[in-house]
T-cell receptor, first 114, second 113 residues
Framework: DADVTQTPRNRITKTGKRIMLECSQT?????MYWYRQDPGLGLQLIYY???????NKGEISDGYSVSRQAQAKFSLSLESAIPNQTALYFC?????????????FGEGSRLTVL | AQSVAQPEDQVNVAEGNPLTVKCTYS??????LFWYVQYPNRGLQFLLK??????LVKGSYGFEAEFNKSQTSFHLKKPSALVSDSALYFC???????????FGPGTRLSVLP
């Protein structure tokens, strides 16, 4: 089983619909992240959480919200999806500080908004 | 604020030849630098990192990278490319005391048989 699991892997929806992407991890890491990948733009940080009570906005948080239900679960919501939110979304985890360096990624959730 | 540039969208190399994927960065203070690889339909995988110490860092799958402070670069290298190395490669930087990674736009590596 994957250490970082994202559901759904693929989703097609319509403009205005509410969408939730879920992420769960078995690595026991405190830190969890949601990134968005668009071709030619690399990964952009949407939200991050350093523990259950600590949630922070990233560089492109507008139009998104998150919930950290437990140490192992971090969900991303699009309250009213729009076409320019069509992208590949990644959840990632890390252990403590940046010095340890390694982000562990899920396999991605491909979202298409029509 | 930190930033990362990967000047080449695409790098093509013949199998068996050496490869280089370029990365330059901008950050206040001494950087933490990383390379990740993404295979089709997969998440990113960690390759290697530079935190401190020896400027030449060795990582997974025979890859290495050299930190050059004066040129603010962290180029990824491999002496002999394999077709299976074909993937999308991302450089990332973080600032000491900062909280997050900043990723470059990615470079697509194609190794031709």
């Amino acid at each position: 089983d994957a250490d970082v699991t994202q559901t759904p892997r693929n989703r097609i929806t319509k403009t205005g619909k509410r969408i939730m992407l879920e992420c769960s991890q078995t690595k026991g890491h405190d830190r969890m992240y949601w990134y968005r990948q668009d071709p030619g733009l690399g990964l952009q940080l949407i939200y991050y959480s350093f523990d259950v009570k600590d949630i922070n906005k990233g560089e492109i948080s507008d139009g998104y919200s998150v919930s950290r239900q437990a140490q192992a679960k971090f969900s991303l919501s699009l309250e009213s999806a729009i076409p320019n939110q069509t992208a590949l979304y990644f959840c990632a985890t890390s252990d403590r500080g940046l010095r340890t360096g390694e982000l562990f990624f899920g396999e991605g959730s491909r979202l298409t908004v029509l | 604020a930190q930033s990362v540039a990967q000047p080449e969208d695409q790098v093509n190399v013949a199998e068996g030849n050496p490869l280089t994927v370029k990365c330059t960065y901008s950050v206040s203070g001494n950087p933490y630098l990383f390379w990740y690889v993404q295979y089709p339909n997969r998440g990113l995988q960690f390759l290697l990192k530079y935190i401190t110490g020896d400027n030449l860092v060795k990582g997974s799958y025979g890859f290495e990278a050299e930190f050059n402070k004066s040129q603010t670069s962290f180029h990824l290298k491999k002496p002999s490319a394999l077709v299976s190395d074909s993937a999308l490669y991302f450089c990332a930087v973080a600032a000491p005391g900062g909280q997050n990674f900043v990723f470059g736009p990615g470079t697509r590596l194609s190794v031709l048989p």
